[in-house]
């Protein structure tokens, strides 16, 4: 990985104090020992659980929201590439009240054998629980009691959740839902659709601590010079989810103190046709983390006389230059990404997050503002 900027920004301060600022938060970093978390005997056992899975359902159903769902579907979205067909299809569930949505799934997969994998820290989130109680009604009909422990598996810090006989991951304590990504949380469902969850961890573990450093430098220098929102930005369709996760990890963990950056996504070239006049001629608030992958297929573009890649690529570099004035931005180049690439491009991104908030002082961990919401629906809904 490599990061590029316009040299005029002068990144130096110290992190001195962030092993302290880490101590103090330290009932929450447990994501940061992936040694512990990637102990043979739970990977053993993720491996074993995820190929039952592959073996036995058409359908497998990951019912979570926000960073307990969101990690999984940007590492397999981004590896599995496009039209692949899966066996077994996956399906996110639970991270919208949609009832057209529920509805319109039951019945395409009603005939189809399911596995289910509830995921919930808590256990208590209203939209998990709700569509998985909708759920259980279509497996008690398809299965037996004995079939149907097997195929609803619960990944949670709250045992008591889990019905007596049903399997189950522990989430450790000290690893938040947006941080859990390297957990049962995001291990399982990215096993089953058949990526190396032993690659991933290594990515992770290679993880590059000063280019997080740099990069950490690099928006608070952004907000030091009145940027409001960052961009960012991807060239591959594929990648779309992957700006999902990461705008989740950032507007969740530094939105507070009425500060923060906000986050937003861009999927170019499409986004070009539309951001893009904004960001070249309206309000000056934005900067640009761009994040450029290698593609693995080349197509010959006669009338340019060069590959679509490569042309994508211009696309990119010619961006940069027209943005560059109004719009500073970072490049990060990843290279063709694979397993390990994606496990330390996540590593990266959560590392830095929280350098960032050690930078602008605010606890990365914590996510008080989202009870707003629930507080208000649980008035309306009794
Ligand atoms: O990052 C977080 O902590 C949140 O986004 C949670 O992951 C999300 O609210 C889901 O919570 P839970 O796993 O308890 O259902």
Redesign the pocket.
């Known amino acids: 990985m490599k990061l590029s900027y316009d040299s005029k920004y002068q990144l130096k301060e110290s992190f001195a104090d962030f092993s302290d600022f880490l101590k103090k938060h330290q009932d929450w970093t447990g994501w940061l020992n992936l040694e512990k978390l990637s102990e043979e005997s739970l990977i053993a056992k993720i491996i074993e659980k995820s190929q039952y899975i592959r073996e036995n359902c058409d359908v497998f159903l990951l019912v979570?929201?926000?960073?307990?769902y969101s990690g999984a579907k940007a590492i397999i979205e981004s590896l599995k590439g496009y039209f692949v067909d899966s066996k077994p299809e996956i399906y996110y569930v639970g991270n919208s009240l949609s009832s057209e949505y529920l509805f319109n799934l039951k019945e395409k997969i009603k005939d189809k054998d399911i596995v289910i994998n509830y995921?919930?820290?808590?256990?208590?989130?209203l939209e998990?629980k709700v569509v998985l109680e909708e759920l259980e009604k279509l497996m008690a009909e398809k299965y037996e009691d004995s079939e149907l422990q097997k195929r609803i598996i619960y990944t949670t810090s709250n045992p008591e959740i889990v019905p007596e006989g049903f399997d189950y991951f522990l989430i450790p304590n000290n690893v938040?839902?947006?941080f859990?990504v390297f957990t049962p949380v995001g291990l399982l469902p990215v096993a089953v659709a058949g990526i190396d969850i032993r690659e991933l961890l290594d990515g992770a573990k290679a993880v590059d601590q000063d280019l997080a450093k740099e990069y950490a430098l690099f928006r608070k220098k952004m907000i030091e010079s009145g940027k409001e929102i960052e961009a960012y930005v991807v060239y591959e369709p594929k990648l779309d989810h992957l700006l999902e996760w990461v705008k989740?990890v950032y507007a969740?963990s530094l939105g507070k103190n009425n500060q923060g950056i906000f986050p937003a996504g861009l999927v170019n070239t499409r986004d070009l046709h539309s951001y893009g006049q904004y960001l070249q001629e309206g309000k000056q608030n934005v900067f640009e983390t761009v994040l450029v992958v290698d593609e693995k297929v080349e197509i010959m573009v006669p009338a340019y006389g060069k590959n679509l890649s490569e042309i994508n690529k211009i696309a990119q570099k010619a961006t940069t230059i027209a943005h560059q004035e109004r719009v500073p931005n970072l490049i990060i180049e990843v290279g063709i990404l694979d397993a390990f690439k994606m496990g330390q491009l996540l590593q990266f991104f959560m590392l830095s997050c929280v350098m960032s908030g050690y930078l602008e002082k605010v606890n990365p961990f914590d996510?008080e503002g989202?009870e707003g919401y629930k507080k208000e629906m649980l008035k309306l809904l009794t």
């Open positions: 979570g929201i926000g960073g307990s995921i919930s820290k808590s256990g208590s989130t998990t938040g839902g947006r859990s989740q969740e996510q989202v």
